[in-house]
């Protein structure tokens, strides 16, 4: 019967813990001002001297010039790895540069929501929910709209003009994930049955993909 209540009182105390305990749905809160560069690690990342970091380590030229559209899109970006002064603070900057008609293929962000505005010109956007429905916006210069976290999403310039995106998360290191390039390019590769499995097609069409990544 002890052993009974002690499982008893168990079983309430995670409970009621589980309703109270706080949970976060971002990256953790700033434990301090900054962390820049070098020295000890927080967040994977190392930590300057306090008294070393300067105005320059808060500052970055990243998303200064349009990238190569020669592809349909150049994404350049503004994380942690290039700019370790966002260490800790939680957000980051893409610069997105569409040649008309260029399409940001279809991906998504493990770590962070994504917030987009449309600089320039004409953009049609969408993401997929968990429940696979589609939220599909045309959006102008001046438009935002929003991703959540971790669902599929894609982006395409519809006009015949170049077209430039700024996308901010709310994370020093979104993570993207190429669905395309996840599936066909891995190293080393998912086995063709599985993909043909998933896919629906026969592992001849699954080597005829993989030979295009
Ligand atoms: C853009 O990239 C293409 C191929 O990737 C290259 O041929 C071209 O020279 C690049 N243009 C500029 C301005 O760098």
Known sequence: MAIHRAVYGLLLTTTILAFFVPFSTADPDNLQ????????????????PTESVTTSDFFSKLLSTPGNTTTGVSITSANVLGFPGLNTLGVSL??????PRGIAAIH??????????????????????????LFLQTLNKGEVFVFPQGLVHFQRNIGDTPATVLAAFNSQLQGTVLIPQTLFASTPEIPDDFLANGLRID???????????
């Open 203 to 213: 592992t001849e069409a699954v080597q005829n993909i993989k030979k295009k990544f």
């Open 94 to 99: 893409i610069r997105l540069d569409f040649a």
């Open 108 to 133: 998504y962000h493990p770590r962070a929501s994504e917030i987009i505005f449309v600089v320039e010109g004409t953009v049609n956007v969408g993401f997929v929910s968990t429940g696979r429905k």
């Open 33 to 48: 001002d900054f962390c820049n560069l070098k020295i000890s690690r927080v967040n994977g990342f190392a930590c300057k």
